[in-house]
Nanobody, 129 residues
Framework: QVQLVESGGGWVQAGGSLRLSCAAS????????MAWFRQGPGKEREFVAA????????YYSDSVQGRFTISRDNAKNTVYLQMNSLKPEDTAVYYC??????????????????????WGHGTQVTVSS
């Protein structure tokens, strides 16, 4: 059974940092893109960041560009999200996602929830002002 398990969420003051981890089990995603999405209170799930299978390309939403960094360790089957300069509007449940496709020919696909077949259960991030 394939599982994605997020960890590292918590409470932090504005301006602080957190590092999220997503460990995959049940199959290897070393040849597949992975991503982070988030869903704030009363909001739809939105794209945060994605990374290609070899880490050669990264994609970010405008709202986190320059503050968040996505990375991966294929040997550990794990993807990370380093979040710096956190703002109250970053408060959300953060979800890890993975696709069985090797790459997405249309880069817009990295931003789309329907391109990812596997999802974690999420980890809460709360940023206080």
């Amino acid at each position: 059974q394939v599982q994605l398990v997020e960890s590292g969420g918590g409470w932090v003051q504005a301006g602080g940092s957190l590092r999220l981890s997503c460990a995959a089990s049940g199959r290897s995603f070393s040849a597949n893109p992975m991503a982070w999405f988030r869903q704030g209170p009363g909001k739809e799930r939105e794209f945060v960041a994605a990374i290609t299978w070899n880490g050669g390309s990264e994609y970010y939403s405008d709202s986190v560009q320059g503050r968040f960094t996505i990375s991966r360790d294929n040997a550990k089957n794990t993807v990370y999200l380093q979040m710096n300069s956190l703002k109250p509007e970053d408060t959300a449940v953060y979800y890890c996602a993975a696709t069985v496709k090797h790459f997405l020919s249309d880069t817009r696909g990295y931003y789309a929830t329907n391109e990812y077949e596997y999802w974690g259960h999420g980890t809460q991030v709360t940023v206080s002002s």
